[in-house]
């Protein structure tokens, strides 16, 4: 029983951090329609921001990581992607690669290839016993603050003017706007949180890898991308319960799995996800043509 307990706790906390990945992408893609590959990108930034404000007090690094990456985030919408609202979906994905690879480039120009290592929250890395089962302190601080996020942005996106707004621009943004809604507002706000969602979720990877590369990103982006379809596309909540999914497939067959087959266990999770695709098309969670927060 203890063994189980602990593969929940692990696939909790991988789901955690999935769900921090998912939703950055997910709110650009209610709003816009966009799938944006270069919010891997943002993670990356966030990343080599811990090496360059490593020193100080983690309070101050974790506050100016953030404010980092959220200006970055507004640059991307207000360079890259305003001259293009509106168009098609092909044009946006195109855009979103284009912006990956220059910024991705940028990285290896600036920080080399070579990958460098940075401390992180290395006051986390005990472990405590709870009712038996070994709980990182880590997993804790990934598991706690993930959820503070969903219930604060829940919150927002009903509670507040600008979260209404954005509610009303994922449903139908012409319409919002031609109703009153700020568009350059709305979209904006959507950029700044996701590049808040992508740092935070930057600060618990270096946290628990260490590692810092230009390619850093990719892995991260395509994870949140699968967890959203299999959540179900345009819903927020969905996207969060598709990175839990994933992260308890990825968790029970890298548990349970035969040793001779354990190497295969990716192939096995993204044949689980076609599975489940096959009897549900748009999701666990979704249903077609909905786009919704």
Known sequence: MSTVAQNLINALSL??????????????????????????????????????????????????????????????????????????????????????????????LFEGADPKSVDVLGTLG?????????????????????????????????????????????????????????????????????GAFAAIAAIFLVASTGALTPAMGLKPVLVGFVAIVLGGLGRLWAAALGAYVLALLSVMLQAYLPDGVAPYRDALVYFGIVVILMFRPHGIAGRPGAVRV
């Open 126 to 194: 005990a472990s405590v016993e709870v009712a038996g089962v070994s709980v990182g302190k880590l997993d804790i601080a990934i598991i706690g603050v993930t959820a503070a996020l969903l219930l604060g942005l829940a919150w927002f996106l009903r509670a507040t003017s600008l979260g209404v707004q954005m509610r009303a621009a994922a449903e139908d943004f012409g319409m919002a706007r031609a109703l009153g809604v700020r568009a350059d507002l709305v979209v904006a706000a959507a950029f700044g949180m996701s």
């Open 15 to 108: 789901g955690s951090l999935y769900a921090l990945i998912a939703l950055g992408v997910a709110l650009l893609f209610s709003i816009m329609g966009l799938i944006n590959f270069a919010h891997g990108e943002l993670i990356m930034i966030g990343g080599y921001a811990l090496l360059w404000f490593a020193g100080l007090p983690f309070p101050v690094t974790a506050v100016l990581v953030v404010a980092v990456v959220i200006g970055c985030a507004l640059a991307m919408e207000r360079v890259a992607f305003r001259s293009v609202r509106g168009a098609t979906g092909e044009t946006l994905l195109m855009t979103s690669f284009a912006l990956s690879l220059f910024v991705q480039g940028g990285a290896l």
